[in-house]
């Protein structure tokens, strides 16, 4: 019998083609062995009772820089049954991109118990995408840009943003684009202003989803002008997906992003909070909502992230004012499983391909993340789709002071997490060590993973 230093049993392996009985041995915190039951052996094992062991989950949008920092981030998600990390390394104005980039990585390296990677964030793109080059050269290929938020001084015009994706194009990497018509919304909201609107009753109405369509049309395009691979964080309408859906079609270089909130959320459900349910772009309608769901079982959905952007605010404040965000990433697997596996929307295996293996080949980390295959890093959850609980702010490890989810009823639960052959997450017990995470380059863009896309295997650069 072969010995491993950790086996994994009695757990219905799921990959994204096909769930298998069998056991893992991991030796040296890589996956050593896929054996059917009872064949491997080690010092220490791990029973799953039956439950799913899933490929350890790859948050491809993180922002690390509110109430969770990169290190307290690591503990909530590693409870969400995240193991790999995604972070915006947001360089604002007046900072140089490189130096952003070199302060994450050692923050991450000093304080992270997971694994991350890395994206830059360009706030003044016309000249911090100048540094795009050295960026990639220190392992970070793919950059985010907003079309949004120019009273901030944030917005990357479409001059800038054509520049940034030819230097992408050159040098090999991805653009990563919010994708709103921000002029369009800007002048919506001094319009409201003007009229001394309830925001909170019209908020929709400041993120409007054919602001979305334009923007997510606009920013293809431009890419394809360009020849630079195009990811959409946050696609959270029908009017989007409809755009996503013919600039696929088309076979443009683009990938879909959604998030939780999208998918198990409505306005409606949160108006009432006031402005803790203030995200951009907004959570909208329920046929918003079925259309996402609609998507991802097309496959014109590529990957989910959570939008981990947890804020200081409170039901009472002035809803204009303030902030957009909401901790998502402990919350994600439950909710879409419940939301999603439970109601016959989406099968174990979409999980594993949506939340793990189609992020780690779009932002190049496959095969070392994404897959339960013998030579890949030992990130595995143990999930009991049998365990009902309920969401509250007391059993999260955010700072933050509220949840969306706040009082659901969810069926299946995170049980343990393995990180590179270590557990860290055993049920309530959290065994992570800070600093343990290692920064992992990126190859974003290199890789065509769509469903039935024109084109599949590597990109040209």
Known sequence: MKQFDCVIKNGFIVYPEKTIMADLGISAGLISAVESPGKVSASTVIDAGGCHVLPGVIDPHIHPVYLDDLGEISKTAAFGGVTTLIHYAYAKPGNSLIEVIKQYRE??????????????????????????PEAIRLGVTSFKMFM?????????????????????????????????NGLAIDYIQDKMLAEKANFAERFLETSPDLAEAEGIFRAVSIGELMGCTVYIPHVSSEEALNVMRFCKQMGRRVYAETCPQYLCLTWN??????????????IKMDKDRSALWQAIQEGLIDTIGSDHAPK????????FEAPYGSPEIETMLPVIWHYGVNRGLVTPNKIARLLSENTARIMGLFPQKGRLDIGSDADMVIFDPSESWTISV?????????????GKEILGRVRQVISRGKLIVDRERYLGTPGAGKFKPTRAGRQACFQGAAFIGSLPL
């Open 107 to 132: 923050e991450g390296e000093a304080a992270s118990s997971l694994d991350f990677a890395l994206h830059g964030g360009l706030f003044e793109t016309l000249k911090q995408s100048d540094e795009i």
């Open 148 to 180: 949004a938020y120019a009273k901030l001084g944030w917005m990357t015009d479409d001059y800038a943003l054509t520049k940034a994706m030819d230097i992408l194009h050159k040098h090999g990497g991805m653009a990563a684009v919010h994708a709103e």
């Open 269 to 282: 459900e949160l108006k009432d909070r006031g402005p803790l349910g203030k995200v951009g772009p907004s």
């Open 312 to 319: 200081a605010k409170k039901k009472e404040d002035n809803f």
């Open 394 to 406: 007391e059993n999260q490890h955010s700072h933050a002071s509220y949840t969306l989810f706040e």
